[in-house]
Nanobody, 122 residues
Framework: DVQLVESGGGEVQAGGSLRLSCAAS????????MGWFRQRPGKGREAVEE???????RYAESVKGRFTISKDNAKRILYLQMNNLQPEDSSMYYC?????????????????WGRGTQVTVS
């Protein structure tokens, strides 16, 4: 079974930090474009940060200097280190894997998604 499972979300005060993890099974990370996305109720899914097969990352301006994406190919885990969290970062966070393109083609049916982990910043 191909699966992505996020963890590490929670509640934190403004200025705090969290590290999200996305454990992948049934796929090898170095063959996929991997990304973190977030979505608030009633809003569209927003790309937070993505990393391609060569390890090059791209990020949203809103998280520049605060969030860092990384991955451990051997452990098949994608990470998102989030520092200096702000209330506007509160959202459901999802990881995604796209074997065909980078950036992740969010509307394409072949893209794999996890179920998400909630981050709340007060």
């Amino acid at each position: 079974d191909v699966q992505l499972v996020e963890s590490g979300g929670g509640e934190v005060q403004a200025g705090g930090s969290l590290r999200l993890s996305c454990a992948a099974s049934g796929l090898t990370l170095d063959q996929y474009c991997m990304g973190w996305f977030r979505q608030r109720p009633g809003k569209g899914r927003e790309a937070v940060e993505e990393i391609d097969t060569s390890g090059t990352s791209r990020y949203a301006e809103s998280v520049k200097g605060r969030f860092t994406i990384s991955k451990d190919n051997a452990k098949r885990i994608l990470y998102l280190q989030m520092n200096n969290l702000q209330p506007e970062d509160s959202s459901m966070y999802y990881c995604a894997a796209d074997v065909y393109s980078c950036p992740v083609a969010v509307r394409q049916p072949h893209v794999l998604w996890g179920r998400g982990t909630q981050v709340t910043v007060s």
